[in-house]
């Protein structure tokens, strides 16, 4: 039967992640660790099996071992995203970066995390800290927004003055928001810019529409008033 110093050697050397000093004491490891009471009470187990089965049954039950990731870069990785500045950063993306502080030292602290999910955690914090978004300035828009509202639209043809109101609508949805970014702001101000732009009044419109009545009638008028002025001439020179 293989002693449990043999076996706990032997699976040291399996997994590449312990060094087993002779007295089956680990003397050295790496990244990851295995917590050693799991890994003797997988030893004592496998070596309460039959003699020559005794190493199988450890391999065939080593994914129950206790591995635990080194933590190091993940508290590096959370003290540099905690010395990021969120001043002038939009609310959600400042909560998303926050979110995966707070999930991090949480690994942190349980010390039983999977290397591969610290690194994950590690990708995601540098991810929310990229991802930070600045809060655009919406003066202009504000300022064209306050314009419009001012304005009587009912003076304008239906057609543009519907373009204006669908604009402007999008314009304060912006103003509101506090996640807007910064094209946003800049696609609601051209937007409704070019909606202002584009009004036509009423009054040009029907006078286009009524020019040639009016100058019938102005022409009519002109003629009725010469008829007159023959008509009493001749009257005088009789």
Known sequence: MLSETELTRKVGEYLNIVEVDQDGKVVAQTAVKVERPDLFELI????????????????????LLGFV???TDLKTAVAAARGVSTEGKTEESVAVLNAAITKAEKMIEEANTL????????????EAIF???????KDE???LVNSVK???LGAY????????????????????DDNATEDKVKEAVAELSTAVNKLAAKSAAKTADTMPVATSMILLAVSAFGILL???KRKEMK
Do not use: C, F, W
């Open 44 to 63: 004592k187990y496998a070596n309460s099996q039959k003699e020559d089965a005794a190493y199988d049954v450890l391999l065939s039950r080593v994914h």
């Open 141 to 143: 828009l504000q300022n």
């Open 230 to 232: 023959v008509m009493k």
């Open 115 to 126: 290397q591969e999910d610290l690194d994950a955690m590690i990708i995601e914090l540098q």
């Open 69 to 71: 990731g080194n933590t």
């Open 131 to 137: 991802n930070l978004r600045k809060i655009p300035n």
């Open 150 to 152: 001012a304005m009587n």
């Open 157 to 176: 043809t239906p057609e543009t003055a519907s373009a204006v109101k669908a604009a402007y609508a999008k314009a304060v949805a912006v103003l509101n």
